[in-house]
């Protein structure tokens, strides 16, 4: 399973866009990289999946280059509520296939 | 939507007994479910993977003795702590994927608290 790389904490304003890298250099073919946020307690939550190039959804985009070494998790003009734990995971397609966690970005947004 | 639900949310017991942690996928099958523990600010780790009749495969260092998993279902799979110590005081957290879909999105339960004394 590729081994994810992120920094352990960042700190943005309210109001600011919020970009977090993940680095997974050894991406297998086959490998979706995938973002989950984590609040206190509470269990992981989906935000975003991608393969290559560009995804965008309601709450979030992820931009992955052509060598698929890293990707980057934008979070448009973040909120309070927007502070969490980010896990960037690396993995098959399949969903009989484990997520293995990296140590996560710690979010604090402060007003 | 797809909801995975825990059971309980929190649990308290005596060092020695046993505590069910129940894992339920509310709106969809699931043929397999993963489970996680998570000490206090620290990352989620892989405990074991349960498919749906048959033996949960378990990571290395996770003692199968002690955690017991069962998947009679298709949307319940449960953990077992026996002889519970303190050590194992943790945050376990379930998760499933929807048979049959195209997607490798994991839908996680809201994890339960166990506390050892």
């Known amino acids: 399973l590729a081994k994810t790389t992120q920094p352990i904490s960042m700190d943005s304003y309210e109001g600011q866009e919020v970009n977090i890298t993940c680095s997974h250099n050894n991406i297998a073919t086959n490998d979706y990289i995938t973002w989950y946020q984590q609040f206190p307690s509470q269990g992981p939550r989906f935000i975003i999946q991608?393969?290559?190039t560009k995804v965008t959804n309601e709450v979030a985009s992820l931009f992955i280059p052509a060598d698929r070494k890293s990707s980057t998790l934008s979070l448009p003009r973040v909120s309070l509520s927007d502070t969490a734990v980010y896990y960037c995971?690396?993995?098959?397609?399949?969903?009989?296939?484990?997520?293995?966690f990296g140590k996560g970005t710690r979010l604090s947004v402060i007003a | 939507g797809a909801v995975v639900s825990q059971h309980p949310s929190w649990v308290i017991c005596k060092s020695g007994t046993s505590v069910k942690i129940e894992c339920r996928s509310l709106?969809?099958?699931?043929?397999?479910m993963f489970w996680y523990r998570q000490f206090p600010k620290q990352s989620l780790m892989l405990m074991a993977t349960s498919n749906e009749g048959s033996k949960a495969t378990y990571e290395q260092g996770v003692e199968k003795d002690k955690f017991l998993i069962n998947h009679a279902s298709l949307t319940l799979s449960t953990l077992t702590v026996t002889s519970a110590h303190p050590e194992d005081s943790s945050f376990y957290i379930c998760?499933?994927?929807?048979?049959?879909?195209?997607?490798?999105?994991?839908?996680f339960g809201e994890g339960s608290r166990l506390t050892v004394l």
């Open positions: 995971l690396v993995g098959g397609y399949s969903g009989n296939t484990p997520l293995v």
């Open positions: 998760s499933a994927s929807k048979q049959g879909a195209n997607t490798g999105e994991l839908f």
């Open positions: 709106d969809f099958q699931a043929t397999t």
């Open positions: 991608g393969y290559k």
